[in-house]
């Protein structure tokens, strides 16, 4: 079995500083690890992705995370905010065996104020 | 190119009615998913199909029903359904199914309304 868990329902940053969005998960494989952002009345777009290959992922709009295993987390950081960053954040966790299914985490609202 | 496109993008239907949501991908994936999303909470997964045959379906209502014409192409009729089932319905197509490895790619959903 496997699961997510975003530690923070809201983050809220101000335009120009750091942004740490966490994440834990809990799998009996070795999971691939997903960040999704998801603007209001919009689709789910893929962030960035693990899976085994180097720990520290680059994504796009500069986001990045670290996958620590002693840890079991994934934590999603940005070294600056921009109010276009304003959205939902899903953590996802797929399992290794049999279907590619998801178990998403319950989502982070970050607020980005100017 | 990572498009996968869902139309229509608003529908508002009566629960007496009958209606299809349709969506599209021409990156040549073989697994479609089909996920109901409430305002507030992440996306659940309803149904996925694989290489055209529906390979999960997640104790879905039968007021849902799902087809899959082709490769691209995947579609979920909807007939008599209740207020409850107001949603943004989410397509999502992925190269595969090999385990955790996939990458599932979303379209823009279809934001349902039923009176």
């Known amino acids: 079995a496997q699961s997510v868990t975003q530690l923070d329902s809201h983050v809220s940053v101000s335009e120009g500083t750091p942004v740490l969005l966490r994440c834990n998960y809990s799998s009996s494989y070795s999971p691939s690890l997903f960040w999704y952002v998801q603007h209001p009345n919009k689709g789910l777009q893929l962030l960035l992705k693990?899976?085994?290959?180097?720990?520290l992922v680059k994504g796009i709009n500069g986001f990045e995370a670290e996958f620590k295993k002693s840890e079991t987390s994934f934590h999603l950081t940005k070294p600056s905010a921009h109010m276009s960053d304003a959205a939902e954040y899903f953590c996802?966790?797929?399992?290794?065996?049999?279907?590619?299914?998801?178990?998403f985490g319950k989502g982070t609202m970050l607020l980005v104020s100017p | 190119d990572t498009e996968v496109t869902q139309t229509p993008k608003h529908l508002v239907m009566g629960m007496t009615n009958k209606k299809s949501l349709k969506c599209e991908q021409h990156m040549g994936h073989r697994a479609m998913y089909w996920y109901k999303q409430k305002a507030k909470k992440p996306p659940e997964l309803m149904f996925v199909y694989s290489y055209e045959k529906l390979s999960i379906n997640e104790s879905v209502p039968s007021r849902f029903s799902p087809e899959c014409p082709n490769s691209s192409l995947l579609n979920l009729h909807l007939h008599a359904l209740q207020p409850e089932d107001s949603a943004l319905y989410l397509c999502a197509s992925s190269q595969g199914l090999a385990g955790g490895l996939e990458t599932q790619y979303f379209g823009p959903g279809t934001r349902l309304l039923v009176l």
């Open positions: 996802v966790v797929s399992g290794v065996s049999g279907y590619s299914t998801l178990t």
């Open positions: 693990y899976t085994s290959a180097a720990t």
